[in-house]
Structures are given as structure tokens and as C-alpha cells.
């Protein structure tokens, strides 16, 4: 959520313009203000979170790849 809230996506931008970018960052923005991960209710608001980017087509496809190399690079023994 936080590297939806801060990342300019461009999947989000392709697929729900300025709009839709602002939208999802707005949505991403307010789950962890409104207590995060492991606080009560907080799989319904993900849920919710979801849903809404469902119906305005949106896929947060940049973060997600961002999240994924973000993993592995941690994960790299050195």
C-alpha cells in the first residue's frame, strides 16, 4: 500500500489517467492511516481497497514489480 500511496505508476496512470493514479494513491494512502496491516478490520478495508481499483480497472502493476525486485535484491546473499 505505501508504495502504491508514493510511486507514480504507470500502469495506474495507463490505465485510469491522472484520475486514476491520484485515486489509487489516495485509496492506498488511507489504509494505513486508518491502522494497517494486523489492526481490526483491516482485511475488509484491503478488500474494499481492491474492489474499487477492480471496478475502475486500475492494476497497480509498477508496484507490484517494484515490491517483487525489492524482495529479491533483500533476499541476495552478498
Given at each position: 500500500?505505501?508504495?502504491?500511496a508514493?510511486?507514480?505508476?504507470?500502469?495506474?496512470?495507463h490505465?485510469?489517467?491522472?484520475?486514476?493514479?491520484?485515486?489509487?494513491?489516495?485509496?492506498?494512502?488511507?489504509f494505513?492511516?486508518?491502522?494497517?496491516?494486523?489492526?481490526?478490520?483491516w482485511?475488509?478495508?484491503?478488500?474494499?481497497?481492491?474492489?474499487?481499483?477492480?471496478?475502475?480497472?486500475?492494476?497497480?502493476?509498477?508496484?507490484?514489480?517494484?515490491?517483487?525486485?525489492?524482495?529479491?535484491?533483500?533476499?541476495?546473499?552478498?
Amino acid at each position: 500500500m505505501r508504495l502504491i500511496a508514493k510511486v507514480t505508476d504507470t500502469n495506474l496512470l495507463h490505465r485510469g489517467g491522472p484520475e486514476g493514479l491520484h485515486f489509487a494513491q489516495e485509496s492506498a494512502s488511507s489504509f494505513p492511516a486508518a491502522g494497517d496491516f494486523g489492526s481490526p478490520g483491516w482485511r475488509r478495508r484491503a478488500a474494499d481497497i481492491h474492489e474499487a481499483f477492480v471496478a475502475r480497472n486500475l492494476s497497480p502493476g509498477g508496484s507490484a514489480d517494484l515490491l517483487a525486485m525489492a524482495l529479491f535484491v533483500d533476499r541476495i546473499e552478498l
